[in-house]
């Protein structure tokens, strides 16, 4: 669930800029989009539910913000996002090279819709039986996803393009850095906050029962997946660097892989590359399907769960129709508002029991977080926002780290303050 379009699409173009210094930029990726999504499974498991964790800060805080990352990870943006990409990559050339001339924008409108109509309505097919997706995406289109990617990984070292190239902006001021940012773009933080449901629902399905037992169980499946994640992200980011070397320069990473794969396979490469990219989209749609309608279900059970899963489809549908370029432009502003809150929740509730006797650390630390993450979205946006360059690490995309330290401290001391009295 967690490996869908983001992921196969930001390391090989940033391997491709980051030439020789993307071991040191794959190392911030990987803990934005491996390690953070990891521990966020983990602690969801944990506090049983995003919705009890957030709650930490606030209860209307917890509905809110659980609510949200619902609607953006789910039929607002994340799901459109998936289908748009499948389109985009998977289906989009086999047209071009059919009709042997440009499209119209009438026709790829009319084709794209087809295609969603096709492709949301076997989504929405395997998402019917949440408690068997261990066994329709785990045992089949996984495996299938990881082969095709392997295959094409080893040929590159067989046959490699050329040696790591030069470093380009913007990986060339703080590569670190700039892959720690470069990993909000896959999403997975905001969406390994939800996956913890389908997860539990999963286990139990397989004879787990107990609470301890899943969250064991949990964090086990965790580390594999993350292990299996860092090393899918460092062979697709090492095809992207010897694109870099070779000078092949691209647009984007889907096109980086695109590249990559006429250059070893021939114009048959791009059923390979279709084929990845088709069961990439597919198993994150179809997990985001899962959890978005189950949620529905619980905090408003009058509609059933096919009635909200019907509903989700019917959003995203409409959504996706606007085009991937749209959705990738809104995508950044949105991920600078709640990705930060995000992050600093996972933080928080890793650290529990360090905090639990502390009430205002949650409320304080996340409210200055959110004040500066909501400023820099605005500001991508294009409003002026005063004071938000004059934080520390402003520079570099992470104004909000002094922020949130200084409402832990804050919140630390009032805590304290109300224990006394």
């Known amino acids: 669930m967690f490996f869908g379009a983001g992921n196969l699409i930001f390391p090989p173009y940033l391997g491709s800029l980051a030439g020789a210094s993307m071991p040191w930029a794959m190392a911030g990726f990987v803990i934005t989009a491996v390690c953070f999504p990891i521990f ?21 805080f917890a509905v809110l913000f659980t609510v949200l990352i619902y609607l953006v990870i789910g039929p607002f943006l994340g799901i459109p996002r998936t289908a748009s990409t499948s389109f985009e990559m998977a289906i989009s050339p086999f047209l071009s090279m059919a009709t042997a001339s440009e499209m119209t924008i009438s026709e790829h409108a009319t084709a794209q819709a087809i295609y969603l109509i096709f492709f949301f309505a076997l989504a929405a097919g395997l998402a019917l039986t949440p408690e068997r997706l261990t066994e329709k995406l785990g045992k089949y289109a996984s495996p299938a996803l990881i082969t095709l990617i392997v295959g094409l990984f080893v040929t590159c070292l067989i046959h490699p393009l050329a040696d790591y190239g030069i470093t380009f902006p913007p990986y060339d001021y703080h590569a670190f850095l700039r892959g720690f940012l470069e990993g909000y773009q896959t999403m997975d933080t905001l969406a390994a906050l939800n996956f913890g449901l389908i997860i539990a629902i999963n ?5 787990v029962s107990s609470t301890t037992d899943i969250v064991r169980e949990t964090v086990r499946a965790g580390f594999i997946a993350g292990a299996l994640l ?13 694109v870099g ?69 019917l959003c995203s549908f409409i959504v996706s129709n606007a085009g991937l370029d749209l959705l990738l432009k809104a995508s950044i502003p949105v991920l600078m508002a709640i990705y930060p809150p995000a992050l600093m929740l996972v933080i928080l ?73």
């Not at 990559?260 to 597919?282: D, H, P």
């Not at 909000?400 to 006394?420: E, F, Q, R």
């Open 245 to 313: 070397g070779a000078g092949l320069f691209t647009a984007n990473g889907a096109q980086t892989l695109t590249t990559a794969t006429e250059v070893q396979y021939g114009s048959s490469g791009i059923l390979v590359l279709g084929a990845i990219y088709f069961l990439a989209c597919l198993g994150t749609c179809v997990g985001l399907l899962s959890c978005c309608a189950n949620y529905f279900t619980q905090i408003m059970p009058a509609l059933s769960y096919r009635s909200w899963l019907l509903f989700c489809v």
């Open 40 to 60: 966020a499974v983990i602690t969801v498991a944990r506090f049983g539910g995003v919705q009890n964790l957030a709650g930490r800060v606030h209860p209307v």
């Open 349 to 421: 509730g890793l650290t529990h029991r360090f905090n639990r006797n502390f009430s205002r650390i949650y409320p304080m630390t996340i409210a200055l977080t959110s004040l500066v993450s909501i400023g820099s979205a605005l500001q991508d946006c294009g409003f002026s926002v005063p004071l938000l360059s004059s934080l520390p690490f402003y520079s570099v995309g992470l104004e909000w780290i002094a922020p949130a330290m200084i409402g832990w401290v804050v919140g630390l001391l009032y805590s304290k303050s109300d224990l006394d009295l």
């Open 230 to 242: 860092i090393v899918i992200y460092c062979a697709l980011a090492h095809i992207g660097a010897t």
């Open 203 to 207: 286990l139990r399905a397989l004879g």
